[in-house]
């Protein structure tokens, strides 16, 4: 198996994101996961949709990511983070949070079923 950046960490970050990894599976039953790089952060937890990138989790030095490509191109979804995720920076794609135990999972459960509705098809007509 691929080294993971959740090998790192500690037993309450790991059981954090492991819970974030069954929601996003849940609620995106679309997605497959497996481990690789996103940008520059290595063994990240990718998740690809008919082959075409859609979410990720990683860690860089100084916080934790969700990466999501319905969160860049659906504006209704970025308000929707800045509401839910008070302590997080949103950037265009992605959720940038320094401490896991700043989101909730209720609120990352809510966050990703709205990402999985999002229509995501023009995104994946561009990479067909």
Do not use: W
Not at 8 to 36: G, W, Y
Not at 86 to 106: E, F, P
């Amino acid at each position: 198996m691929n080294k993971c950046f959740t090998d790192d960490l500690n037993a309450s970050e790991r059981e954090i994101i492991d819970s974030l990894r069954k929601v996003i599976l849940t609620q995106d039953p679309e997605v497959q996961e497996r481990i690789d790089s996103i940008m520059s952060a290595k063994h990240s937890i990718v998740y690809s949709q008919q082959g075409v990138f859609k979410y990720g989790l990683s860690r860089a030095k100084s916080h934790f990511s969700f990466h999501s490509m319905p969160l860049y191109v659906h504006l209704r979804l970025r308000v929707m983070a800045t509401e839910l995720f008070k302590k997080a920076k949103i950037q265009k794609g992605c959720i940038n949070i320094k401490d896991l135990n700043d989101i909730s999972r209720k609120d990352f459960e809510a966050f990703l079923k709205e990402n999985g509705k999002a229509n995501f098809e023009p995104v994946l007509s561009r990479y067909r």
